[in-house]
């Protein structure tokens, strides 16, 4: 079993940034797997929405178009953590931020950003932007 934990979340200014963090552990994945990584975001009454996802060896890498250019995904493998910075934060990013991991291999924007992928999921951290 892996646990997932999100930090960072908070109240910021449209235009301010914020970075969230995603610790993994319990039976983490083994390094021969280069296994995905991704963040999804989701508003009370709509579809989980993906955001971002690294596998770990930061080879493959995406990102929404909604977020290109302001947000930056990245990992650090020593500590089992995967990062979003997210700068030019704007009203309609406001959400409740996920992370989320599999044990298999994924390749292609279209398998990192389905939902169905993942099978570990954190609880979340509350991203507010105000205008």
């Known amino acids: 079993q892996v646990q997932l934990v999100e930090s960072g979340g908070g109240l910021v200014q449209a235009g301010g940034s914020l970075r969230l963090s995603c610790a993994a552990s319990?039976?983490?994945?083994?390094?021969?797997?280069?296994?995905?990584m991704g963040w999804f975001r989701q508003d009370p009454g709509k579809e989980r929405e993906f955001v971002a996802a690294?596998?770990?060896?930061?080879?493959?890498?995406y990102y929404a178009e909604s977020v290109k250019g302001r947000f930056t995904v990245s990992r650090d493998n020593a500590k089992n953590t995967v990062y979003l910075q997210m700068n030019g934060l704007k009203p309609e990013d406001t959400a409740v931020y996920y992370c989320a991991s599999t044990p298999n291999f994924c390749s292609g924007y279209g398998c990192a950003s389905n939902p169905k992928t993942y099978k570990y999921w954190g609880q979340g951290t509350q991203v507010t932007v105000s205008s």
């Open positions: 319990g039976r983490t994945f083994t390094s021969y797997i280069d296994y995905i």
């Open positions: 690294t596998s770990w060896s930061g080879d493959r890498i």
